[in-house]
């Protein structure tokens, strides 16, 4: 019996310290390798804003405050989840979470699975909640773990754990395929997704982690009931490529291979949004390979509610609180000042600006016009 339980305890811990290992890899490897798409983009360069010569407003003017899932932003902008369960991630959630407070924006948590193994592990999650009383942060979990019966009274924990305005579902069956040590399990993950909007208490956002998602699984959720999908779309960090330099160090070379062919898998940002936008009414979040303020004041014209970065912060993150502040005000000057230029006084006139697709995107868009879903 007693011998049953060491084995037990060594289990759980050889599964935490594997987590642990994972998360502090993903951080490394984001940091130091190139691991955003090679050959294709988000495409949001095809899309065209109007300069008008005539703004008539002042620069100072421009109000670009909104609204996501009830709670007021400065701006249209949140950090992408990225990390939890570390060492490495405790400071740099902390570093987020103390400049979305003073920004008045908001943040996602990385898959919070390892809160649940290591209670010591939580607080590299919590101290986000502790920094940003205020902020909107989102809690995470993966379909995978749906999939595999992630328990709801856990899922439960992990959102009151952060005191999360949200509940954030990754779904990443693309990068646990490449995974070294992925669960490729995704049965049942929509009836799952069906079951804890019924009983989370919170809105549950949908969300890719860089490979995009389509307009049908977008109305598949949209049915499903979550509140707002996140699209995470390919253009910008390639977690196919991420898990290619964790399969070479590990000498796999079928995983590498796999990890090759699929470094630029995915649904450009830009055309998901075109497609999900043009066949459902659901809160859109654009993300994966936003790196202006420019592309998020695209984002907006064609109708997304809210845009996230993460790799962009990740550097930043690791230095202090400051350095994110600093870069994200960056940002927001960018989109302020092409609001500017479109005569956009507020996100509201944003939304209403015209724009032109060109190039690759007109494809996809005349793929979406046609098409019945
Ligand atoms: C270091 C790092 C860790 C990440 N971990 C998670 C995670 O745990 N859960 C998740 O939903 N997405 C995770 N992501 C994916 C991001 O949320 C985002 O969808 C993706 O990186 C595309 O956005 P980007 O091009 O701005 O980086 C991670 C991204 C990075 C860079």
């Given at each position: 019996?007693?011998?049953?339980?060491?084995?037990?305890?060594?289990?759980?811990?050889?599964?935490?310290?594997?987590?642990?290992?994972?998360?502090?890899?993903?951080?490394?490897?984001?940091l130091?390798?190139?691991?955003?798409?090679?050959?294709?983009?988000?495409?949001?360069?095809?899309?065209?804003?109007?300069?008008?010569?005539?703004?008539?407003?002042?620069?100072?003017?421009?109000?670009?405050?909104?609204?996501?899932?009830?709670?007021?932003?400065?701006?249209?902008?949140?950090?992408?989840?990225?990390?939890?369960?570390?060492?490495?991630?405790?400071?740099?959630?902390?570093?987020?979470?103390?400049?979305?407070?003073?920004?008045?924006?908001?943040?996602?948590?990385?898959?919070?699975?390892?809160?649940?193994?290591?209670?010591?592990?939580?607080?590299?999650?919590?101290?986000?909640?502790?920094?940003?009383?205020?902020?909107?942060?989102?809690?995470?979990?993966?379909?995978?773990?749906?999939?595999?019966?992630?328990?709801?009274?856990?899922?439960?924990?992990?959102?009151?754990?952060?005191?999360?305005?949200?509940?954030?579902?990754?779904?990443?069956?693309?990068?646990?395929?490449?995974?070294?040590?992925?669960?490729?399990?995704?049965?049942?993950?929509?009836?799952?997704?069906?079951?804890?909007?019924?009983?989370?208490?919170?809105?549950?956002?949908?969300?890719?982690?860089?490979?995009?998602?389509?307009?049908?699984?977008?109305?598949?959720?949209?049915?499903?009931?979550?509140?707002?999908?996140?699209?995470?779309?390919?253009?910008?960090?390639?977690?196919?490529?991420?898990?290619?330099?964790?399969?070479?160090?590990?000498?796999?070379?079928?995983?590498?291979?796999?990890?090759?062919?699929?470094?630029?898998?995915?649904?450009?940002?830009?055309?998901?949004?075109?497609?999900?936008?043009?066949?459902?009414?659901?809160?859109?979040?654009?993300?994966?390979?936003?790196?202006?303020?420019?592309?998020?004041?695209?984002?907006?014209?064609?109708?997304?509610?809210?845009?996230?970065?993460?790799?962009p912060v990740l550097r930043p993150a690791t230095e202090?609180?400051?350095s994110?502040?600093?870069?994200?005000?960056?940002?927001?000057?960018?989109?302020?000042?092409?609001?500017?230029?479109?005569?956009?006084?507020?996100?509201?006139?944003?939304?209403?600006?015209?724009?032109?697709?060109?190039?690759?995107?007109?494809?996809?868009?005349?793929?979406?016009?046609?098409?019945?879903?």
């Amino acid at each position: 019996m007693a011998a049953d339980k060491a084995d037990a305890e060594k289990e759980k811990r050889e599964k935490i310290d594997l987590i642990m290992k994972r998360k502090e890899e993903h951080i490394k490897i984001c940091l130091d390798q190139p691991v955003q798409a090679k050959n294709v983009r988000t495409l949001f360069s095809d899309v065209r804003l109007l300069n008008n010569s005539l703004p008539e407003i002042d620069f100072d003017d421009i109000d670009t405050g909104t609204e996501f899932l009830g709670k007021k932003f400065s701006a249209p902008f949140m950090v992408g989840a990225m990390t939890g369960g570390a060492e490495m991630a405790k400071r740099i959630n902390s570093n987020i979470g103390e400049a979305v407070e003073k920004l008045g924006l908001g943040m996602a948590l990385g898959s919070q699975r390892a809160a649940l193994y290591d209670p010591v592990l939580e607080e590299t999650y919590t101290i986000a909640r502790k920094k940003a009383p205020n902020a909107f942060i989102g809690a995470n979990i993966g379909g995978a773990q749906i999939s595999t019966g992630m328990k709801i009274e856990d899922i439960k924990k992990l959102v009151a754990m952060v005191d999360a305005n949200a509940l954030y579902v990754h779904l990443n069956p693309a990068q646990e395929i490449v995974q070294p040590e992925g669960e490729a399990k995704y049965r049942n993950v929509l009836e799952g997704i069906r079951a804890i909007v019924k009983s989370v208490g919170k809105p549950v956002v949908a969300k890719e982690v860089g490979f995009g998602i389509s307009p049908m699984v977008a109305t598949q959720l949209e049915k499903a009931g979550v509140s707002a999908i996140e699209i995470a779309g390919m253009g910008g960090t390639s977690y196919a490529a991420v898990e290619w330099y964790r399969a070479k160090a590990m000498g796999m070379a079928d995983k590498m291979d796999l990890g090759s062919i699929l470094w630029d898998w995915g649904i450009p940002t830009a055309a998901s949004l075109y497609m999900i936008r043009k066949h459902s009414k659901i809160p859109i979040v654009a993300s994966g390979g936003i790196r202006t303020g420019m592309e998020i004041a695209k984002a907006i014209a064609m109708g997304a509610s809210l845009t996230a970065m993460a790799l962009p912060v990740l550097r930043p993150a690791t230095e202090s609180a400051d350095s994110v502040q600093k870069f994200i005000e960056k940002i927001i000057l960018e989109l302020k000042s092409v609001m500017f230029l479109l005569g956009a006084k507020n996100i509201g006139e944003l939304r209403k600006t015209p724009y032109v697709i060109t190039g690759e995107l007109a494809t996809w868009k005349e793929y979406a016009d046609k098409r019945e879903l």
